[in-house]
């Protein structure tokens, strides 16, 4: 028996905390590929997050969008920190999060035939998954304080 208390499903948190991912994800996705690209000169465009033909090694806009991905991938390790909390579910969120990339990836561009795509993702999913694990078993480690400095002034002594 451990000391963590018993998680109860809750539906609503858990579509809630999914639905918080997916927009970090994309929102930092969007930033980041902002800033990369505006210094790599070149065009900002929705094709390099949802179109499998935008990740290859044969050009710059290719490199932009792969770079992208996996500094996301550890952006969105941190978010789920705050997000999710939990360790133990690292990498359900973080694979759910690019189970939705690949079906709104299909929708917008149809079933992804590059393996560079497969394996951008999967890199980003690993490094999303192991950071979120690493930072969120850090914080599950952290001492719990019993009492401030600050509080134990105001309590007078009898």
């Keep these: 028996m451990g000391f963590h208390k018993r998680l109860v499903w809750d539906p609503k948190l858990i579509l809630a905390q999914m639905a918080a991912m997916q927009f970090f994800f994309y929102t930092t996705f969007g930033f980041l590929l902002g800033i990369i690209d505006t210094l790599a000169g070149q065009p900002i465009s929705l094709g390099q997050i949802f ?73 980003s999913l690993l490094f999303m998954s192991l950071l979120g694990e690493y930072l969120c078993m850090r914080k599950e480690l952290q001492d719990i304080p019993l009492a401030s400095k600050d509080r134990s002034s105001l309590v007078s002594t009898v």
Excluded: M
């Design 51 to 123: 179109d499998y033909r935008s990740i290859t090694f044969s050009n710059v806009l290719g490199w932009t969008s792969i770079f992208t991905f996996i500094l996301n991938g550890f952006a969105g390790g941190v978010s789920l920190v705050y997000v999710v909390e939990r360790h133990r579910k690292c990498l359900d969120f973080a694979a759910t999060v690019h189970i939705f990339h690949f079906f709104i990836s299909c929708f917008y561009g149809g079933f992804p035939y590059r393996w560079q795509w497969w394996a951008i993702n999967v890199v």
